[in-house]
């Protein structure tokens, strides 16, 4: 619990109605979109980095956990406050501050929507690439907190690669800004790293600058559709190793078919084994050819089909069956755990064989998706909560799919996040060393461990 006379303290810096304790209140704050919850003490709705410095003060000096939030749409637990304290809501920091076009580069607070700031950048004849599924409900604080991705990173790269500068509040309340508008910076160490991907653990991300780039001309899109998975993993080699980098290269499995055509009635094939869904950009005629390529090249490695799109707005149709996956999903079963995983492009095959087997061996539902292009599977774990004997089976499930990823050679999350789910394989996939590597940064920039307590870094190593 936290005293009434810190909790005058915080209002007294952010204002009476953006401090809540009301239990109605703290259950909206208590939860992602993963299956776990708890509650926190009170709920701190800042305005400005100054309001998130004073707050940060406080609980330093008290020792009261903080949960820095944004829309709260994470997929590993990261933003639960299973310690209590002060979840820190972001939201209010939702104003795009500049559009620099000289120097092509944003400047906006932690709680901007993705899709929001896509549209304004939009509007002044720029791109801002990283497009989680979760960009019209995910902030930029988030995306950079855990380094979000999406489809067009395989040509574009991930959130870190457009994030030129931070202004971060450090657990003590002391605001730290890195980098700047510059593209070349060799002056010291990278700071602005240790909080890319760090999921809160670090410091409270504020602002940020971001890099923008000129906008595609066109894009062409493709789908493929093979009897044999297998056959689709060989195409997609084979379509990097012909120097083609797709702005995506998404891949759907048999059961990930089945659903998004019983929800979306799209006529596909429920007799193969994956889809691809491909799409090129460029100067009109670059992007033409190379989706021409690509198609040829599935055909010739057991395609069945090769749908190319005549025009952008049929190409939209094309992407709205990779794009309806998660809304189909909901259809059928009331819950799901979206998971994560990385391998490499090789091992896809292998890996979606053997995580076909952890779905026969726990008798559950796991339609797996994702972005083959850089080995970015997402097998989701669909389940009925209310089932409690299911519900046991679905964390002994998703331990089995994240020693498929380790025994491959791979990673547990490629965009998700480590968050709460994960932070227990932590040392397993990176190694000891590196774990005491990240306890020590964490204890010189977090020293009371107030931070996001519990998440990344599995507990009993000094955090909370």
């Known amino acids: 619990m936290i005293e009434n006379s810190v909790l005058r303290e915080l209002r007294s810096i952010v204002g009476r109605e953006w401090v809540h304790t009301e239990p109605e209140d703290l259950l909206c704050y208590g939860f992602d979109a993963t299956f776990r919850e708890s509650l926190p003490d009170a709920v701190v709705s800042p305005a400005t980095t100054e309001e998130v410095s004073r707050v940060m003060q406080v609980a330093y000096r008290e020792e009261i956990p903080v949960v820095p939030r944004g829309l709260g749409s994470g997929l590993a637990g990261g933003s639960i406050p299973i310690h209590g304290g002060i979840v820190l809501n972001l939201t209010r920091m939702n104003r795009i501050l500049e559009i620099d076009r000289a120097n092509m580069v944003a400047v906006v607070q932690a709680g901007v929507v993705t899709a929001d700031l896509q549209a304004e950048v939009a509007r002044h004849g720029l791109y801002y690439p990283p497009d989680p599924s979760s960009q019209r409900h995910s902030s930029i604080g988030g995306n950079i907190a855990c380094n979000a991705g999406g489809p067009h990173c395989l040509k574009y790269g991930v959130t870190a690669d457009y994030v030129l500068g931070l202004e971060v509040v450090l657990a003590d309340g002391r605001i730290l800004r890195t980098g700047g508008k510059t593209i070349k910076r060799a002056v010291g160490y990278r700071l602005s790293d240790l909080f890319i991907g760090s999921e809160g653990t670090l410091g409270v991300?504020?602002?940020?600058?971001?890099?923008?780039?000129?906008?595609?001309?066109?894009?062409?899109?493709?789908?493929?559709?093979?009897?044999?998975?297998?056959?689709?993993?060989?195409?997609?080699?084979?379509?990097?190793?012909?120097?083609?980098?797709?702005?995506?290269?998404?891949?759907?499995?048999?059961?990930?078919?089945?659903?998004?055509?019983?929800?979306?009635?799209?006529?596909?094939?429920?007799?193969v084994e994956a889809i691809l869904v491909i799409e090129t950009d460029g100067?009109?005629?670059?992007?033409?050819?190379?989706?021409?390529?690509?198609?040829?090249?599935?055909?010739?490695?057991?395609?069945?089909?090769?749908?190319?799109?005549?025009?952008?707005?049929?190409?939209?149709?094309?992407?709205?069956?990779?794009?309806?996956?998660?809304?189909?999903?909901?259809?059928?079963?009331?819950?799901?755990?979206?998971?994560?995983?990385?391998?490499?492009?090789?091992?896809?095959?292998?890996?979606?064989?053997?995580?076909?087997?952890?779905?026969?061996?726990?008798?559950?539902?796991?339609?797996?998706?994702?972005?083959?292009?850089?080995?970015?599977?997402?097998?989701?774990?669909?389940?009925?909560?209310?089932?409690?004997?299911e519900f046991a089976r679905v964390e002994q499930a998703a331990e089995a799919i994240f020693r498929v990823a380790m025994e491959l050679g791979g990673v547990l999350s490629g965009e998700h996040g480590v968050g709460l789910l994960k932070r227990d394989f932590i040392e397993e996939n990176l190694g000891p060393v590196a774990l005491e590597v990240m306890r020590a940064i964490k204890r010189t920039l977090d020293p009371k461990g107030i931070l996001n307590p519990g998440k990344v870094l599995p507990e009993g190593g000094g955090e909370r």
């Open 205 to 271: 991300i504020t602002e940020a600058i971001l890099r923008l780039i000129p906008p595609p001309k066109a894009t062409c899109t493709a789908m493929a559709v093979f009897p044999r998975l297998n056959d689709a993993g060989v195409a997609v080699t084979r379509i990097l190793e012909a120097g083609i980098i797709p702005v995506a290269l998404e891949i759907m499995d048999d059961t990930t078919i089945a659903t998004v055509e019983a929800h979306k009635k799209m006529g596909l094939p429920l007799d």
């Open 283 to 389: 100067e009109p005629e670059q992007a033409r050819r190379e989706i021409e390529q690509i198609a040829e090249i599935c055909r010739q490695n057991g395609a069945r089909e090769v749908r190319v799109a005549a025009d952008e707005k049929e190409g939209a149709a094309l992407m709205a069956a990779r794009k309806s996956v998660s809304p189909s999903l909901a259809r059928r079963r009331p819950n799901k755990l979206g998971e994560d995983i990385t391998v490499p492009r090789s091992a896809i095959p292998e890996a979606v064989a053997r995580i076909k087997e952890v779905s026969r061996r726990y008798n559950l539902p796991i339609p797996i998706f994702g972005h083959i292009g850089d080995g970015n599977l997402h097998p989701n774990i669909l389940f009925d909560r209310r089932d409690a004997e």
